[in-house]
Structure formats: C-alpha cells, structure tokens
C-alpha cells in the first residue's frame, strides 16, 4: 500500500531562517503530490501541487517544492521563514484510480521564534 | 464562491450512541471524501463518493457509514461511538479526478465521553 513518511516531526527555527521538510512516498508509479498547512485552529490549506511538468513548483507565501521522481521525494522549501509560517505541513499522495484518496504523511509541526 | 461547510463544528457523544455529521461541498464539485484526524494516527482516510457512489474506503469498521446525495452534499454515520472515535473528522471535495486539488472543511471535532 502507498504510504508517505515525513521525517522532522518537529521543528523549530528563528525568522529568517531556511526550511527544508523532507516528504518520500512509496509508489513507484504517477502520483500526484501536495503539500497542506494547518495554521492553528485553522482548516486545511493547499499551499502547492504538483501533477506533472516542471518538477520545480511553486506555490502561496514562497513555499516551493521539488519532485524527485528517482528519489521518490517531494521536499517543501521556504528561503526566509516567518513568525506567521508556525503551523503543521503535511504531505500528501494521491493514490492513482478510479477515485480521490488522499494518503497523508503524519506531519510536521514548525515552530518559528520571532 | 463558498468553502467546504461542515456542521455541526462540535458535538459531545456519550458511547455507544451514534451520530451523523453533514458537509456540504464547493458548488460543482462531485467527489467528497472524508478523513479522520487524530494525534496519534493522523490524517487517515475513511471514504470517498462521487455521484451519490461510494468509490473507495479506507481501513474502518463498518460502524463508519457515509452517503452522498444528489446535490454532493454528504453525510457520515458512525454508530455505537467509542472512546476512541473522537478525532476531528475533516471533509474534503474535489472535482474529483486525480489530478484535481481537495478542498477542506473546517471539520467536526467529535469528543466521545
């Protein structure tokens, strides 16, 4: 079964500083990935996709992802965080088929120090 | 246009009672599936329907039960509440083709006392 791993549970960083989330699923085959923020007590957010094309994509508040088909990851990048980036981040896969499954990775909880 | 709806946005259940939880989708989207979020388990799928059909279900017991009405809305059932049903139980619609994004609701956080 499809599964997806994200590595950093927790993270803590200081504004200004880079942001690298790790996300590796398992399905050798076309996925579809996304990236979804959870700011507190909010619900959830796209903040980028990724369907094919350019596997560079960017999406909201400068985030940007790389998919690395050979590597089976798809890593959310920020250059410069900011206070107001704390929130949970998960990944996700969706399963190919005939219907619409998203497979979660269980989060990562960002903490940024004003 | 509007968001994902969800109602009621809290309940409390004493176990073995049961309870219905409705969402209403992005007007034009036909596919609503539904997760349950939990701090140990996380984000993990219960069902999807798309056109009133139930085209795939994750690892739950049967006392999970969902339907899908003409109009997309959707409703989810789970009978004989557990403790360990309480969770915030997100719903989500799409267009519903794979390479289509979802849509979520604010969710309905179940506690089970």
């Known amino acids: 079964a499809q599964s997806v791993s994200q590595h950093n549970h927790h993270v803590i960083l200081s504004e200004a500083a880079s942001l690298e989330l790790g996300c590796n699923y398992s399905?050798?085959?076309?996925?579809?990935l996304f990236w979804y923020v959870q700011y507190p007590g909010q619900h959830l957010q796209l903040l980028l996709k990724y369907f094919s094309g350019d596997p560079l994509v960017k999406g909201i508040k400068g985030f940007e992802a790389e998919f690395i088909k050979s590597k089976f990851s798809f890593n959310l990048r920020k250059p410069s965080v900011q206070w107001s980036d704390t929130a949970e981040y998960f990944c996700?896969?969706?399963?190919?088929?005939?219907?619409?499954?998203?497979?979660f990775g269980s989060g990562t909880r960002l903490l940024v120090r004003p | 246009k509007a968001g994902v709806t969800q109602t009621p946005r809290y309940l409390i259940k004493t176990r073995g009672q049961q309870v219905t939880l409705s969402c209403s989708p992005i007007?034009?989207?036909?596919?609503v599936s539904w997760y349950q979020q939990t701090p140990g388990q996380g984000l993990q799928f219960l069902f999807e329907y798309f056109s009133e059909t139930q085209r795939n279900k994750g690892n739950f017991p049967g006392r999970f039960s969902g339907r899908q009405f003409s109009n997309s809305r959707s409703e989810m059932n789970v009978s004989t509440l557990e403790l360990g049903d309480s969770a915030l139980y997100l719903c989500?619609?799409?267009?519903?083709?794979?390479?289509?994004?979802?849509?979520f609701g604010q969710g309905t956080r179940l506690t089970v006392v």
């Open positions: 989500a619609s799409s267009y519903g083709a794979s390479n289509t994004e979802a849509f």
């Open positions: 399905y050798g085959g076309t996925v579809n």
């Open positions: 007007s034009g989207h036909r596919s």
């Open positions: 996700a896969v969706n399963e190919p088929g005939s219907s619409y499954k998203l497979i």
